[in-house]
């Protein structure tokens, strides 16, 4: 029964987390808005959906693997966020009128190795 309540738990708040990440994307004004949402919220949601269905398995194995899916999801999705944003920024895409300042200056070409 505690494992059962802990999976639904697990169920509904990674799922709250996924409805708020798509609705970010839906909802916010510019590029680097949604992929924040997407990358913070999306994590944070798939990792506890797919940690749920490591313990509802109900073997050390599953769970591990989970808890290992869990954790490159934590590492790798807010960094590949950033690297995106940042060649979107130098690309040119621009910030929202909403957003207040841009810290992030435009740089200069990237100096080619010789």
């Known amino acids: 029964m505690v494992t059962a309540l802990a999976v639904s738990a697990l169920l ?49 194995a599953i769970l591990l693997r989970a808890l290992a899916g869990f954790a ?4 790798t999705a807010p960094l590949s966020a950033h690297l995106l944003a940042k060649a979107a920024h130098q690309a040119g895409y621009r910030l929202t009128n909403l957003s207040v300042t841009d810290q992030m200056p435009q740089s200069a070409p990237a100096a080619r190795w010789q």
């Not at 990674?14 to 994307?25: D, K, N, Q, T």
């Not at 490159?72 to 590492?75: D, E, Q, S, Y």
């Open 72 to 75: 490159f999801f934590v590492l």
């Open 12 to 60: 509904v708040i990674g799922s709250l987390f996924s409805v708020l990440a798509a609705l970010g994307v839906l909802r916010f004004p510019d590029l680097y808005t949604r992929m924040h949402a997407a990358s913070k919220a999306g994590t944070i949601g798939s990792g506890l959906l797919l940690l749920a269905a490591g313990i509802h398995a109900m073997d050390i």
